[in-house]
């Protein structure tokens, strides 16, 4: 009964390599997002998606490319790594946005994936 | 931009009160919410203010005051497993559900 999972859970690899995670959600909802929470704990958002189309894309290096097959679904790949670029990657679902003054909807976060470049 | 200050921590004993202070800076501003991590694990929701006054759910209330970019989260009858950090996040302007979170405050229960 997960209700936001992520794959895999640790990820450790070389600088230079590409790789991705995986992210699903079975709660029905619209909007997906992308988040990097560093060693400080900082928790910043990268990216969101509502029923499969970009709506929310930070200022992330475009090594960083989210695809969302379905609503359902939100990957993150990532090229040419960093070591930088070790972090905590969470994703995160939500009901979709209901307008520019609606309320608001809570998100659910997944359990996360820790990144580590070497 | 938007920018939020939380104290990086907070130490309390079994039982007490304690109040986490988020007091932000923002170019638009829809609300503010409250999220709780314990180590290892995932953010989870805790609250969500659009307007000023208090809101109470169970053992955490959470205040807003628009007028002065300030909120704060009150744990009441701590538990040691309300040790955990503790974001506030603000929904800016421009649409969407976009989430600017704090850096945080840990809270540490002591017995």
């Known amino acids: 009964d997960t209700a936001v999972s992520q794959t895999p859970k640790y990820l450790v690899t070389q600088m230079g390599n590409d790789k991705s995670i995986k992210c699903e959600q079975n709660?029905?909802?619209?909007?997906m997002y992308w988040y990097k929470q560093d060693s400080k704990k900082f928790l910043k958002i990268m990216f969101s998606?509502?029923?499969?189309?970009?709506?929310i894309n930070e200022t992330v290096p475009n090594r960083f490319s989210p695809k969302s097959p379905d609503k359902a679904h939100l990957n993150l790949h990532i090229n040419s790594l960093e070591l930088g670029d070790s972090a905590v990657y969470f994703c995160?679902?939500?009901?979709?946005?209901?307008?520019?003054?609606?309320?608001?909807?809570?998100?659910?976060f997944g359990p996360g994936t820790r990144l580590t470049v070497l | 931009g938007q920018s939020l200050e939380q104290p990086s921590e907070v130490t309390a004993v079994e039982g007490a009160i304690v109040q986490i202070n988020c007091t932000y800076q923002t170019s638009g501003f829809y609300g503010l919410s409250w999220y709780q991590q314990h180590d290892g694990g995932a953010p989870t929701f805790l609250s969500y203010?659009?307007?000023?006054g208090l809101e109470e759910t169970g053992r955490f209330s959470s205040f807003l005051s628009r007028s002065d970019s300030y909120g704060y989260l009150l744990l009441q009858e701590l538990q040691m497993k309300d040790s955990a950090s503790y974001f506030c996040a603000v929904r800016p302007g421009g649409g969407g559900n976009k989430l600017t979170f704090g850096t945080g405050t840990q809270l540490k229960v002591e017995l």
């Open positions: 998606y509502n029923n499969k189309e970009l709506i």
């Open positions: 995160a679902s939500s009901q979709a946005p209901m307008g520019l003054a609606g309320g608001y909807n809570e998100q659910f």
């Open positions: 709660l029905g909802h619209d909007t």
């Open positions: 203010n659009a307007l000023d």
